[in-house]
T-cell receptor, first 109, second 115 residues
Framework: GQQVMQIPQYQHVQEGEDFTTYCNSSTTLSNIQWYKQRPGGHPVFLIQLVKSGEVKKQKRLTFQFGEAKKNSSLHITATQTTDVGTYFCARNTGNQFYFGTGTSLTVIP | DTGVSQDPRHKITKRGQNVTFRCDPISEHNRLYWYRQTLGQGPEFLTYFQNEAQLEKSRLLSDRFSAERPKGSFSTLEIQRTEQGDSAMYLC?????????????FGPGTRLTVL
């Protein structure tokens, strides 16, 4: 269907460890977006990936779009307590956007 | 502050009552979205406006829900005859005029509790 599946649902890491969340679709995506939602906050746009095999970096965050454009990943290197929150991927069909269930990241100091 | 604003931030109502929420998007954004989010879930798409036209509406959306954007600026979302299952965070988001970039700017949301 239209949903995107995200794994894992929860991740607890020690501060300084790396973290990866995966987003999978059964159909080819035109693009994929990533958002971060802090506890009690609202989603904040991080990035959009469009091209097959695309890799983008934002400081300690690395975003990848699969070659087949059916999956994407977000990797955080050396997590910090400020990385705490839920990370969502989102796909769109026209102007309808479908968010994944998110990966909730807890960073243990 | 030039971000997306929503009012009220919290609403408690009794089952069967009608409620209306307001969203003020970023001023130059002509695209506006409404979402509903429940605990542990991602935002669920409800409807989309481009200027004043409602171009997309979720097929899962009950006919008790209606949204307007009369002048292409602020938008309202009304829920009639509220049910306990309507309790959720209602998020509004806006985007600049269409292009390849689909970045959405979310407001703080209106938390609805139906008793």
């Amino acid at each position: 269907g239209q949903q995107v599946m995200q794994i894992p649902q929860y991740q607890h890491v020690q501060e300084g460890e790396d973290f990866t969340t995966y987003c999978n679709s059964s159909t080819t995506l035109s693009n994929i977006q990533w958002y971060k939602q802090r506890p009690g906050g609202h989603p904040v746009f991080l990035i959009q990936l469009v091209k097959s095999g695309e890799v983008k970096k934002q400081k300690r965050l690395t975003f990848q779009f699969g070659e087949a454009k059916k999956n994407s990943s977000l990797h955080i290197t050396a997590t910090q307590t400020t990385d705490v929150g839920t990370y969502f991927c989102a796909r769109n069909t026209g102007n309808q956007f479908y968010f994944g269930t998110g990966t909730s990241l807890t960073v243990i100091p | 502050d030039t971000g997306v604003s929503q009012d009220p931030r919290h609403k408690i109502t009794k089952r069967g009552q009608n409620v209306t929420f307001r969203c003020d998007p970023i001023s130059e954004h002509n695209r506006l979205y409404w979402y509903r989010q429940t605990l542990g879930q991602g935002p669920e798409f409800l409807t989309y406006f481009q200027n004043e036209a409602q171009l997309e509406k979720s097929r899962l959306l009950s006919d008790r829900f209606s949204a307007e954007r009369p002048k292409g600026s602020f938008s309202t979302l009304e829920i009639q005859r509220t049910e306990q299952g309507d309790s959720a965070m209602y998020l509004c988001a806006s985007s600049p005029p269409s292009g390849t970039y689909n970045e959405q700017f979310f407001g703080p949301g209106t938390r609805l509790t139906v008793l």
